[in-house]
C-alpha cells in the first residue's frame, strides 16, 4: 500500500518541520490488528537564493570626473537590499547610490545583497570603468604685444576659474623679450586631479 498525501508548506520559514500521518485500516479487527499505525515525515525546508541583475554603469563604461553617476541592481528573490561599495579607484559613493569622482583613474565598484534567516547571500558582482579628467577651457590673451626691452608675458585664464597653467613660450618656461613670433602652450598642470586643457597660439612681439 502507497500512503500520498499533501502537505501545505506555505509562509514557513527555513528549519526543519515533521508532519504525522495515521493510517488505519479498514477492517483492523480481522486484518490488521496493528492498527492503526503512525508515520512521520521530516521535512527540511532551506534557505532559497538570490541572483543580483541589471547592475549599472555595466562594465567599460565611460565616465569623466565631473558628472555624478548612479548606481543601479535589481536583486532576485528577497527584498533585502543591494548595496554598493569602491573597492578600487578614486570614487565615493553618498546617498546610498550616488557615484562621485575625485580623481581620474579604474574605479571598480561592488554590487551585493545579503542573506536573512531565509535568503542565501547573493554572489557579489564586480563592474569596473575608466574615469577620464574633465576638459577645461585655456585662454590665452594679450597675444600682439610691442617690444620694450622687457619679458611679455600672455594672460591666461581658465574655465572653471583658477586652474594651474603651465606655460611654454617656444618651449621655454620663460616669457621672450625680443621682437619675433613665439608659439605660446597652456596646459593645466598635468597633475592635476579633475581637469585637463590645452591651448597653442601664437605671441608677435
Do not use: C, E
Not at 83 to 91: A, D, Q, S
Amino acid at each position: 500500500t502507497v500512503l500520498t498525501n499533501q502537505v501545505d508548506i506555505t509562509g514557513l520559514g527555513v528549519g526543519t518541520y515533521y508532519a504525522t500521518n495515521q493510517v488505519t485500516a479498514a477492517d483492523a479487527t480481522t486484518y490488521a490488528t496493528n492498527s492503526p499505525q503512525t508515520v512521520v515525515v521530516t521535512l527540511i525546508v532551506s534557505k532559497a537564493d538570490q541572483t543580483i541583475t541589471a547592475f549599472t554603469p555595466t562594465n567599460g563604461s565611460a565616465f569623466v570626473t565631473t558628472n555624478p553617476v548612479g548606481l543601479s541592481a535589481t536583486g532576485g528573490g528577497s527584498t533585502n537590499p543591494v548595496v554598493f561599495w569602491v573597492t578600487n579607484g578614486p570614487g565615493v559613493i553618498t546617498g546610498l547610490t550616488n557615484l562621485a569622482f575625485n580623481g581620474a583613474g579604474s574605479v571598480s565598484i561592488v554590487a551585493s545583497q545579503a542573506g536573512d534567516t531565509n535568503w542565501n547571500a547573493a554572489p557579489t558582482l564586480t563592474n569596473t570603468f575608466a574615469v577620464t579628467r574633465a576638459t577645461a577651457t585655456v585662454n590665452l590673451t594679450g597675444l600682439s604685444q610691442t617690444y620694450n626691452g622687457t619679458a611679455r608675458p600672455v594672460t591666461t585664464s581658465t574655465v572653471p576659474v583658477g586652474l594651474p597653467l603651465t606655460v611654454t613660450y617656444a618651449g621655454n618656461a620663460w616669457a621672450p623679450t625680443n621682437a619675433g613670433s613665439y608659439a605660446v602652450t597652456g596646459m593645466v598642470n598635468s597633475g592635476h586631479a579633475m581637469y585637463q586643457g590645452t591651448n597653442v597660439a601664437t605671441l608677435t612681439i
